[in-house]
């Protein structure tokens, strides 16, 4: 399957709010909220997060300011991603 097609069904299933729940919960799986040091096999798994998000189409260096905004802005998406699965 074509790399621009599998990025649209990427997109396609976390671009509902369900969908963006899902993915936040891969990646908090994955440590890539994690503050804390990170083993080889923590590298690992956060290297599947960013191989995901890339295939999403979000992990590039074009986003990279963007990203760092959603960790810096108070009361974002992320956060309230991450409540919905308390």
């Known amino acids: 399957m074509a790399d621009k097609v599998m990025k649209e069904l990427y997109q396609r ?8 729940v899902v993915l936040a919960d891969i990646l908090n799986d ?8 990170i083993s080889s096999e923590d590298l690992i798994r956060l290297n599947v997060a960013r191989r995901i998000l890339g295939k999403i189409g979000v992990w590039t260096d074009e986003n990279a300011i963007h990203i760092a905004g959603l960790y ?8 309230d991603l991450l409540r919905l699965k308390e």
């Open 13 to 20: 299933v976390v671009g509902s709010r369900e969908g963006k």
């Open 30 to 37: 994955c440590g890539f909220f994690s503050l804390q040091d």
């Open 72 to 79: 810096t802005e108070e009361g974002s998406d992320l956060e």
